[in-house]
């Protein structure tokens, strides 16, 4: 059974940082690193966002709010994809979900909080 789990999240200052962390469970071989991996911001009564995605090949792309503040990095042998964010703001508060691919495969997703 494939299982996403994110960690990571909680309450930042204005210009902190905070490193999320996303890992798969459940898959066979190497089908891990054959997908691209993606997370997701969605702030409350918002639909949920692209924030950066991970190409099977390693190649990063980032949402316009996310170029030069985040870095998105993947271990293809512990199943595990981050997101280090910096230089946060209160824009970025919301709830961030780690996805498989474009698969149904989606973790709960960890709450990112930032505010004074």
């Known amino acids: 059974q494939v299982q996403v789990v994110e960690s990571g999240g909680g309450l930042v200052h204005p210009g902190g940082s905070l490193r999320l962390s996303c890992t798969v469970t459940?898959?066979?071989?190497?089908?891990?690193?054959?997908?691209?991996m993606g997370w997701f911001r969605q702030r409350s009564g918002e639909q949920r966002l692209l924030v950066a995605l991970?190409?099977?090949?390693?190649?990063?792309i980032y949402a316009d709010s996310a170029k030069g503040r985040f870095n998105i990095s993947r271990n293809n042998r512990e199943n595990t994809v981050s997101l280090q964010m910096t230089n946060l703001t209160p824009e970025d508060t919301g709830v961030y979900f780690c996805?498989?691919?474009?698969?149904?495969?989606w973790g709960p997703g960890t709450q990112v909080t930032v505010s004074p």
């Open positions: 991970i190409t099977f090949g390693g190649e990063p």
């Open positions: 459940g898959l066979s071989g190497n089908a891990f690193s054959r997908n691209a």
């Open positions: 996805r498989l691919g474009t698969t149904s495969f």
